[in-house]
């Protein structure tokens, strides 16, 4: 079992320092606190299995990608929809 620090893990797998420790927090990884110097410092355990869960999860994540013509439409129902909502505002500043 190997130690890495937040850091040294998400330079490992090229994830945020944020994005780390949240799955420290979440549990989805192994990690044991250590006072250094009086200051906590957090280490990842890294095991052979998890590492195969953490790597297929970040696999799923970058795979969902849009195509170009999907994330088109998707922003296009975005800009409608906030067009409604502010015509709605607009009415109700009017109106007092």
């Known amino acids: 079992m190997k130690k890495l620090t937040l850091r040294e893990y998400a330079r490992l797998h090229k994830?945020?320092?944020?994005?780390?420790?949240?799955?420290?927090?979440?549990?989805?990884?192994?990690?044991?606190?250590?006072q250094i110097d009086g200051k906590e410092v957090k280490y990842v355990l890294v095991e052979e299995e998890q590492e195969k869960r953490v790597s297929e999860n970040i696999l799923e994540t970058s795979?969902?990608?849009?195509?170009?013509?999907?994330?088109?439409?998707?922003?296009?129902?975005e800009i409608e929809r906030l067009k409604a909502e502010l015509e709605r505002c607009n009415r109700r500043t009017v109106l007092a």
């Open 15 to 34: 994830l945020s320092y944020f994005n780390v420790m949240k799955m420290v927090n979440n549990g989805d990884v192994k990690s044991v606190t250590e």
């Open 63 to 77: 795979s969902q990608k849009l195509t170009l013509k999907e994330e088109n439409e998707l922003l296009k129902k």
